[in-house]
């Protein structure tokens, strides 16, 4: 089996900056993709941020320049920053990733439990 585990999360002002973690662990093979999306009351789930196995990254158009994915291959582990925070940025954010177990299995998606972020004064 695989998890990912998410940390990171919690309450902080307008404009201020949190940093997201996730660590898949497990059966792991190798990953492909991985990527944080998030959940806003009475929303649709969204995506983020995107970091691809040949190191290219995608962002939504509302976090371009305010958000930054980055992500340590030896340690599994995907990594969201996130600065200039706005109130419209609360939410749940989800880790994902693409995860092939084994040699001989497909990638298969997995997710992480959330972790909430709330900006507000």
């Known amino acids: 089996q695989v998890q990912l585990v998410e940390s990171g999360g919690g309450l902080v002002q307008p404009g201020g900056s949190l940093r997201l973690s996730c660590a898949a662990s497990?059966?792991?093979?190798?990953?492909?993709?991985m990527g944080w999306y998030r959940r806003a009351p009475g929303k649709e789930r969204e995506l983020v941020a995107l970091f691809t196995s040949d190191a290219n990254t995608n962002y939504v158009d509302s976090v371009k320049g305010r958000f930054t994915i980055s992500r340590d291959n030896a340690k599994n582990t995907v990594f969201l920053q996130m600065n200039s925070l706005k109130p419209e940025d609360t939410a749940v954010y989800y880790c994902n990733a693409d995860v092939r177990p084994t040699r001989d299995t497909y990638y298969v998606p997995y997710w992480g439990q959330g972790t909430q972020v709330t900006v507000s004064s």
């Open positions: 497990g059966s792991i093979f190798s990953i492909k993709t």
